[in-house]
């Protein structure tokens, strides 16, 4: 680097993010409540985390995989099933998922009782993909599944047809 760009850029200290309860950014999907903490733009955009809240009998997206991201699951309350190829997995409170990229994956809530998640995208670049989602509904067009897919592959996320 040299001295003018050194000296032309000034240094600024990573900002403190706070958001308390009722606070951040809403996104409804369907049956699904999302809560967007952060967004990426006070991490550099290497972290987003979104606490959801999936009412009971939630389907969730298309199994997938991601690209470019991990996605990890922590259960705040009630049950998610977890599809993770042809295998499923019940994740109770207090249990984490962690999903590398490549992994087929998929989630739902079963249940007869809402269940809370905590979500973290490493990196953020996920975090657009549900207000996409949310556009779709907002313009009056259905979440179907094939509208879920065509906005997953705007983020390196493609529906994994083969289950491996």
Known sequence: MTEQARTSE???APVLSVVGPGEGETIVLGTTRMRIL???SHTGHRLAIAESVLAPHTQGPPQHRHGLHDEGFYVL???VRFTVGDEDHEATTGTLVMVPPGTPHTFANLSDQPAVLLSTFTPDLYVQYF?????????????TPQANIDAMRHYATEPATDHD
């Open 77 to 79: 309350s009630g049950t």
């Open 131 to 143: 207000r996409d989602l949310q556009e779709v509904l907002s313009g009056g067009r259905p979440l």
């Open 38 to 40: 952060e967004d990426g």
């Open 10 to 12: 000034p240094e600024t």
